[in-house]
């Protein structure tokens, strides 16, 4: 690269001395690999290598990298203004991006609290929830009811509501609120309902039932904590007691929003709106943090009629313009293109694709919804050995624990499905039989 001032080496060199990595320690050998350029599905090394990315940097970058369009908003954005406060100002992309998440949003959701970041989106959701009881003074009802193997960010709040062993709970509980867990469905998303499955959940929701505020989940996919599929009737029955009952229920759309499973949000599989739901990660296309904490009408309304009379909370960067630039075109295009379709063939190539590690000794199960592909292995991956061995294989996979997982981005064409897929296949063999 011509306008790099470091060496590979040094580069490599300098990032081990001084920069945290996420979920990392600086002790580490576990190597990182510098990228110098990416474009459409591809990363570039800046040894000139190129890797198909078959994680979209985390679920975001759905259209891709180096867009045209979504660089042409962001630079249409910028000549105008990169940001302004939010306090008593405001402006078109914010207003624009609010109109939008609010038609496409299962209904009933009426308000948007944007934010930085997905974890700041959780926050939100917690406090509104915390809100709406102590304005009507049912202070008692401040505790969350929520799966085990949930993620939910890496905040206080969040954290109070990820799984509770892989959340690390035990290092940080004296500054964390307890909340109540139950196990996580393990039945898949087809499996036939019974209701059995739900009886731990029913029984533990209505002997608390006067000290919850919210039931807390990802709807239908768990996502980082586990990678495991769920049957929408529980949601369906969560809705029925949460209705009953006067709790209210938060959806984490973070992961899931944005078609990844096949609808535009995974509540959707249920035909149910949730009274909180945040999203995050694909909303800009993976260019820029932006997310958003969106309410019903009678959770705002409530907030607000009673004390303090407003929500508490507003970040400094709330609704940077050019975040909202990007959101608003990669919403665009998003919607303008036939991506129910274009989910399904992902859907399809990765079941075909991934079917074949099912026949690979220490795989424990396959398993495809929408444009998510997951290999879970019997045993946790030794990622210093096994990291190097994808970026060798042309294919950015970044497993976690047991897990081998690709959501790749939406622009994926058959044969670069067809390409993760047998990079995933050649590298699980690899690895796992010798
Ligand atoms: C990634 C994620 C978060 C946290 O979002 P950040 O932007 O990393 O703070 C929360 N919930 C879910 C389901 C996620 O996948």
Redesign the pocket.
């Given at each position: 690269m011509t306008d790099s001032t470091l060496s590979e080496s040094d580069l490599i060199a300098l990032d081990r001395q001084l920069v945290w990595h996420p979920y990392s320690s600086i002790n580490s050998a576990t190597p990182v690999f510098p990228i110098s350029a990416a474009q459409g599905i591809h990363l570039e090394r800046s040894n000139g290598q190129r890797m198909i990315d078959g994680m979209s940097s985390?679920?975001s970058a759905i259209h891709g990298y180096n867009h045209p369009e979504m660089n042409d908003a962001i630079e249409r954005q910028l000549g105008k203004m990169a940001h302004v406060m939010f306090g008593g100002l405001t402006h078109e992309p914010a207003v624009q991006l609010c109109k939008t998440l609010v038609e496409i949003s299962p209904k009933g959701l009426d308000h948007v609290f944007i934010s930085d970041?997905?974890?700041v989106a959780?926050e939100v959701a917690l406090k509104m929830a915390l809100q709406y009881f102590h304005a009507q003074g049912l202070t008692e009802k401040n505790t969350f009811l929520t799966f085990k193997n949930g993620?939910?960010?890496?905040t206080f709040g969040?954290m109070s509501v990820c799984d509770p062993v892989t959340g690390m709970h035990s290092i940080f509980s004296g500054n964390l609120k307890q909340n109540i867990f139950v196990d996580a469905p393990s039945e898949g998303f087809d499996a036939p309902w019974q209701d059995e499955n739900f009886a731990q959940f029913k029984s533990t929701f209505l002997a608390n039932k006067e000290t919850l505020a919210a039931v807390v989940l990802?709807p239908i996919v768990q996502?980082?904590g586990g990678m495991r599929f769920y049957s929408p009737q529980y949601l369906r029955e969560i809705r029925a007691l949460c209705d009953e009952h006067q709790v209210l229920m938060i959806a984490?759309e973070?992961?899931t929003g944005f078609g990844r499973t096949g609808k535009l949000f995974a509540c959707e599989h249920a035909q149910i709106s949730p009274d909180i739901m945040a999203v995050?990660?694909a909303l800009t296309g993976g260019y820029l943090?932006l997310?958003a904490t969106l309410c019903s009408q009678q959770v705002a309304q409530t907030i607000c009629s009673g004390d303090p009379g407003i929500f508490m909370h507003g970040p400094t960067f709330m609704g940077n313009p050019l975040a909202c630039a990007a959101a608003n075109a990669s919403l665009a295009l998003l919607l303008q293109q036939p991506w129910q379709s274009q989910i399904k063939l992902i859907e399809c190539e990765l079941i075909e694709g991934l079917n074949a590690c099912k026949n690979i000794g220490g795989v424990e199960d396959v398993r495809v919804l929408g444009a998510i592909g997951v290999v879970e292995l019997k045993t946790a991956v030794d990622m210093s050995r096994i990291q190097p061995m994808f970026v060798e294989r042309g294919v950015w996979i970044r497993p976690f624990g047991k897990l081998v997982y690709t959501m790749p981005p939406f622009i994926c064409q058959r044969e670069d499905i067809v390409e993760i897929c047998s990079g995933i296949f050649d590298v699980l063999q690899a690895y796992l039989e010798n």
């Open positions: 985390w679920w970041s997905g974890s959780m993620y939910h960010g890496d969040a990802e996502g980082t984490d973070i992961a995050g990660k943090s997310a």
